[in-house]
C-alpha cells in the first residue's frame, strides 16, 4: 500500500490542517444550503426535520471540540448546557417572553454561568477526577429540572409556540428553523476557528501539548482553560435554544450523562481538534442512528459496534480518514 | 553578600526522604555556577524548588533582592528565572518557531485576545527568532518540534527559556543524552550565553562543568558538601570520594 504519508511516529492524529479543515467545512456548509431543495425534490421534505437536528447537535459537538479537541478537557457534562439553553426557551415561553433574543440571550448568560461556577470548581482537579465532577455537575442539573415541578419535572414541558423574532414568527414554519440553525452552524464555526488561531487558543492548545512546559514559559492555564469552558458551554446553550424549538417540548433528559456521551463520541468520530471533525461526526452520529434504527430494532448492539470500528480505524476519525484521503499535500 | 540568586537552608522531603536538607547558596549575576553531584543527589528536586514547580518545605529563595519562595512557576519566569528540563520537555506538535513564539508571547501583553490569528503577529515570531538564531535552529524554524533531532530539541529547550527573556537561566542537565557532536554544540552555546545571562548549570559532563564554571557546588544526599571555584572543588578531599572518585 502506498504510504506516502511522511508522518512521524509522534503524528498519531493526523490532523485535517488549515486549509484542508476549512474546505472540508465549506463544502459541507454548501451541502447543508442546498439539502431543503434536495428533500423538496426527492420528495420527502420531512428530511428537513432530522437535518434541523443534526445542525443543532453539529453546534454542541463544535463548542465540545473547543475543550475536548484544543483544550484536552474531557467534559462529561455538556449535554447540561443545551439542557439550560433549552429550558431557558421554555420557562420563559410560559411567562409569555417569546421573543428568541431574549431567549437566546438568557441562555448564553445561564449556561455560561452554570459553566463559570462548575468550571472553576472541577478545573481545579485533574483526568478521571475532572471527567467525574462534571458528570456529576451535570447529573445535578438534570435531578434539579427533575425535581422543578412548577416548569413539569420529569414530564417535561411543552412549547406551545416556537420562538418569535420582534413579535414575527420566523422559526415557525420548519425551513425558517433550518437556516437558522444554519446560520448559527457556521457563525459558530468561524468564530472558535479564529479562536483556536488566535493566542487565547494558542495558550490553549500549548496546554494540551504540556501544561508543565506551559507554566514554565510563564503561562499559568487555569484561567484560559475556565474560559475555553464557559464560551462552550455558551454555545451549548445556544445549541439547546435551537433544540427547543426544533422539537417543541423540553425535558430533564436532554441533560443526562447519555447526551453527553454522544457529544464526546461525535467529536471523537469525527476527529477532534478540527472543528470540522465535529460537524462530521454529528451527522455521521445522528445519520448513522436514523438508519440503523429504522432497519432492526436491535440497532444499538450494532451502533455501538460500528462507532468502534470507525474510532479504531480511522484514526483521527472522520476527518483523519479525509485527511488521508484527500490528503495529496502533507500537513 | 547576597547575589542575583540567593537560597538560604532550603529544604524539601519527600516522605523521610530528605532530599534538599539545608541547602545555602548565592550566584553572582553573569556568572556560571555548576551544580554536581551523583545520581538521586537532589539536583533536579533543587532546581524544581528554584524554579516553583515544588513547594519547598522551608528555607527562602530570593532573585533580584525578592523573595520568590512563594511564587507560582509562571510568577517567577516573569521575574526573569526560566528552567529547563532534563528530560525534554517542548511542545512537540507544534512549530519550533511557534514553540519559541508562545513563550515570547508569555511575556508581551495579553493573551486574552480571541481573533486575531497568533500565528501572523510578527512582534511574537521575530523575537521568537531571534532566540532561535541564539542557539542554532533558525534553519529549523518552520519543522515540527517533535521531529527535531533529540540535540535539537535540547538545543530548543534553551531557546524557549531565552524567549522567555529571562536574566537567570536554570539548566537542568542539558547535555542530557545527546553525543559528543550534540554536546560540543551545546557547550559552544552556554559559554556564548555566558556574556548576557546568568546560569545555574546542572551537568553531569564534567569536561563541560570543568570548562564552563565560575562557580562549582557538590551536592551529595541533599547537602552542599563543597562549595568554590573548579579547582577548589576538584581537589577537595570530600568531593573526590563522594563524586569523582566514582567517575573514575
Ligand atoms: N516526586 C518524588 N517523590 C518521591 N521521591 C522523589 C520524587 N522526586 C525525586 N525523588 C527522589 O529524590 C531523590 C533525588 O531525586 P532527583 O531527581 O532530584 O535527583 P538528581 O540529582 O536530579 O538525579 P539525576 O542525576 O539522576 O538526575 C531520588 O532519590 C529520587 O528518587
Ligand atoms: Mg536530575
Known amino acids: 500500500m502506498k504510504d506516502t504519508d511522511t508522518a512521524p511516529a509522534g503524528a498519531r492524529t493526523p490532523r485535517l490542517a488549515g486549509r484542508g479543515a476549512l474546505i472540508g467545512a465549506l463544502v459541507l456548509f454548501a451541502i447543508f444550503a442546498v439539502l431543503p431543495f434536495a428533500a423538496h425534490a426527492a420528495g420527502d421534505p420531512f428530511f428537513i426535520v432530522t437535518a434541523t437536528r443534526i445542525i443543532v447537535f453539529a453546534i454542541a459537538a463544535l463548542s465540545l471540540d473547543l475543550i475536548l479537541g484544543y483544550g484536552a478537557i474531557v467534559s462529561f457534562g455538556h449535554a447540561a448546557f443545551m439542557g439550560i439553553g433549552a429550558y431557558s426557551v421554555a420557562i420563559l415561553a410560559t411567562h409569555g417572553i417569546g421573543d428568541v433574543l431574549v431567549q437566546a440571550l438568557v441562555a448564553v448568560l445561564a449556561s455560561a454561568l452554570f459553566a463559570l461556577v462548575t468550571g472553576a470548581i472541577s478545573l481545579r482537579t485533574k483526568g478521571v477526577y475532572f471527567i467525574m465532577i462534571t458528570l456529576a455537575f451535570g447529573q445535578m442539573a ?14 417535561g414541558l411543552t412549547l406551545y409556540d416556537r ?11 420548519d425551513i425558517g428553523l433550518y437556516y437558522a440553525a444554519l446560520a448559527v452552524l457556521v457563525g459558530a464555526f468561524f468564530l472558535l476557528r479564529a479562536v483556536v488561531a488566535s493566542r487565547f487558543g494558542r495558550v490553549l492548545r500549548g496546554t494540551r501539548d504540556n501544561r508543565v512546559r506551559m507554566q514554565a514559559i510563564g503561562f499559568s492555564p487555569y484561567p484560559y482553560q475556565l474560559t475555553a469552558y464557559v464560551l462552550a458551554g455558551a454555545i451549548a446553550g445556544l445549541a439547546g435554544v435551537l433544540l427547543a424549538n426544533q422539537t417543541e417540548f423540553v425535558s430533564p433528559a436532554y441533560m443526562t450523562w447519555q447526551r453527553s456521551g454522544e457529544l464526546i463520541v461525535m467529536v471523537v468520530l469525527g476527529g477532534m481538534g478540527t472543528l470540522t471533525g465535529a460537524i462530521a461526526g454529528a451527522v455521521g452520529f445522528l445519520m448513522l442512528e436514523e438508519i440503523l434504527s429504522s432497519l432492526w430494532v436491535h440497532w444499538h448492539i450494532v451502533f455501538g459496534a460500528l462507532l468502534v470500528l470507525i474510532v479504531l480505524y480511522t484514526r483521527g476519525g472522520l476527518a483523519g480518514l479525509a485527511g488521508r484521503v484527500f490528503g495529496g499535500r502533507r500537513r | 553578600m547576597s547575589g542575583l540568586l540567593s537560597v538560604r537552608n532550603l529544604c524539601k522531603s519527600f516522605g523521610a526522604l530528605k532530599v534538599t536538607d539545608g541547602i545555602d547558596f548565592d550566584v553572582a549575576p553573569g556568572e556560571i555556577h555548576a551544580i554536581i553531584g551523583p545520581n538521586g543527589a ?6 524544581h524548588q528554584l524554579s516553583g514547580a515544588l513547594k519547598s518545605d522551608s528555607g527562602t529563595v530570593r532573585f533580584a533582592g525578592e523573595d520568590i519562595t512563594r511564587l507560582s512557576m509562571a510568577a517567577r519566569v516573569k521575574k526573569g528565572l526560566a528552567r529547563s528540563f532534563q528530560i525534554t520537555s517542548i511542545l512537540e506538535g507544534f512549530t519550533v518557531l511557534e514553540n519559541a513564539a508562545t513563550a515570547v508571547q508569555a511575556r508581551s501583553g495579553s493573551s486574552f485576545r480571541f481573533f486575531t490569528p497568533a500565528a501572523s503577529e510578527s512582534v511574537l515570531n521575530e523575537a521568537a527568532m531571534a532566540a532561535l538564531a541564539r542557539v542554532g535552529l533558525a534553519e529549523a524554524a518552520h519543522r515540527r518540534a517533535g521531529d527535531l533531532s533529540h ?23 542539558p547535555l542530557a543524552g545527546t553525543g559528543h557532536e550534540e554536546g560540543a554544540v551545546l557547550i559552544a552555546l552556554m559559554a556564548d550565553l555566558k556574556a548576557t545571562h546568568t546560569l545555574v548549570l546542572i551537568e553531569h559532563d564534567m569536561d563541560a562543568v570543568f570548562a564552563l564554571a565560575d562557580t562549582v557546588s557538590a551536592l551529595v544526599y541533599g547537602r552542599l558538601i563543597a562549595s568554590g571555584t573548579p579547582d577548589a572543588v576538584r581537589a577537595d578531599p570530600e568531593v573526590r570520594a563522594a563524586y569523582l572518585g566514582e567517575e573514575g
Open chain 2, 151 to 173: 540535540g535539537e530539541k535540547r538545543q530548543l529547550e534553551i531557546a524557549l527559556a531565552l524567549a522567555t527573556d529571562a536574566k537567570l537561566l536554570l539548566l537542568d542537565e
Open chain 1, 163 to 173: 420562538s418569535t423574532l420582534f413579535g414575527a414568527p420566523l422559526l415557525d414554519g
Open chain 1, 142 to 155: 438534570y435531578f434539579f429540572m427533575v425535581s422543578l415541578s412548577a416548569y413539569g419535572g420529569d414530564d
Open chain 2, 42 to 47: 537532589g539536583k533536579t528536586t533543587l532546581i
